[in-house]
């Protein structure tokens, strides 16, 4: 069977990736992807029982910036940090780390202008400790 033009540049981008950093907790995956060749881009995977998320990340310090925004929710700091932490790189669907301003351990995975989102995805208790270590898992692979 032939292939569409259409379908073979999809292919070829497709391929032109390489897992860089993997880390898993509970039910959670989260993964960075690298560009094998071309300008340097990343994306970030996080996958749980109940969603998946693939999107580009501007830099490899988006990871740990996550992890330290999840910590935050359970130190107390001398200085309040932000409500949110934009994820991806895309201006026109961006992805976004929200903490709940209710309560301390809930966050949402927000797809869309944070007035108007498309998508809110809530993780909170055991999701939230899951997805931590995942990252940390992510930090350690990328020092080495």
Do not use: C
């Not at 069977?1 to 897992?19: D, E, I, Q, V």
């Not at 969603?51 to 740990?64: D, K, R, W």
């Not at 994820?87 to 309560?103: F, G, M, Q, T, W």
């Amino acid at each position: 069977m032939a292939t569409t033009p259409h379908f073979r540049s999809n292919t070829a981008k497709a391929s032109s990736f390489g897992l860089l950093a993997n880390g898993s907790s509970g039910p959670w995956d989260v993964a960075i992807d690298e560009a094998t060749s071309g300008p340097d881009r990343w994306y970030a995977q996080i996958e749980g029982p109940a969603a998946a998320f693939y999107f580009e990340i501007p830099s490899l310090e988006v990871v740990g910036r996550m992890v330290h925004f999840l910590a935050a929710s359970s130190e107390p700091t001398l200085h309040e940090s932000p409500d949110s932490l934009v994820l991806s790189k895309d201006k026109k669907a961006p992805i976004a780390l929200v903490r709940d301003d209710e309560h301390a351990d809930r966050f949402f995975l927000v797809v869309g202008a944070a007035d108007n989102p498309v998508a809110r995805f809530a993780l909170a208790g055991a999701d939230v400790s899951n997805i931590s270590r995942a990252l940390e898992q992510i930090l350690e692979d990328l020092d080495e």
